[in-house]
């Protein structure tokens, strides 16, 4: 069973698209958390939720918007994709007050 | 703000020769510190972690680290490398806050393995 899935696994779109990428785990966490790694595979916070709240907004382009519609699930909604957002982006989740993450396995977006 | 700082962004050694990477934080509270590893084209992988329990911790795939707070520094090591150990490792460290233990990561490490 897998813990943290992530889907699509690839996504190649448009300059100027809109796109989703969807978060689920299984793993009853609290918290679930939205990272990008650059080509340089340098990894950043992008977001965090916990409960349904928004705790974390690391400086993003509003472009950017993560909606959780329960606790198990946290997508990453993208409007007008620019070529910069070209990365891959992975989700992950702990438990409340805890530190230790799980990472799923990431999405890698291209912009073209 | 607390940040980690990985030396090498690229280290090879010989299969079966002793694995250090090094790691070294900056902060102004106690940390949290961790080493995930990264396989091509997957997801991160909890290597070990660092809670202020034990300052020699023991993780997955026989890896360990030591923390060294007089070196603010927490090396990844292993004593002898495999062609399986081949990966990007990552630094990171906790920054806790309104239930949300930010990771903050270094740069990581690329790991080969020569047979």
């Known amino acids: 069973d897998t813990a943290v899935s992530q889907t699509p696994k690839y996504l190649v779109t448009q300059m100027g698209n809109d796109k989703s990428i969807k978060c689920e785990q299984n793993?009853?966490?609290?918290?679930m958390y939205w990272y990008k790694q650059d080509s340089k595979k340098f990894l950043k916070i992008m977001f965090s939720?916990?409960?349904?709240?928004?705790?974390i907004n690391e400086t993003v382009p509003n472009r950017f918007s993560p909606k959780s519609p329960d606790k198990a699930h946290l997508n990453l909604h993208i409007n007008s994709l620019e070529l910069g957002d070209s990365a891959v982006y992975f989700c992950?989740?702990?438990?409340?007050?805890?530190?230790?993450?799980?990472f799923g396995p990431g999405t890698r977006l291209t912009v073209l | 703000a607390q940040s980690v700082t990985q030396l090498g962004s690229h280290v090879s050694v010989s299969e079966g020769a002793l694995v250090l990477l090094r790691c070294n934080y900056s902060?102004?509270?106690?940390?949290?510190l961790f080493w995930y590893v990264q396989y091509p084209n997957q997801g991160l992988q909890l290597l070990l972690k660092?809670?202020?329990?034990?300052?020699l911790v023991k993780g997955i795939n026989g890896f360990e680290a030591e923390f060294k707070k007089s070196e603010t520094s927490f090396h990844l090591t292993k004593p002898s490398a495999h062609m399986s150990d081949a990966a990007e490792y990552f630094c990171?460290?906790?920054?806790?806050?309104?239930?949300?233990?930010?990771?903050?990561f270094g740069k990581g490490t690329k790991l080969s393995v020569i047979p």
């Open positions: 939720y916990n409960n349904k709240e928004l705790i």
């Open positions: 902060s102004s509270v106690p940390p949290y």
């Open positions: 992950a989740s702990s438990r409340l007050g805890t530190d230790t993450q799980y």
């Open positions: 660092y809670t202020s329990a034990a300052t």
């Open positions: 793993l009853g966490h609290d918290t």
């Open positions: 990171a460290v906790s920054n806790s806050g309104a239930g949300s233990y930010q990771l903050t």
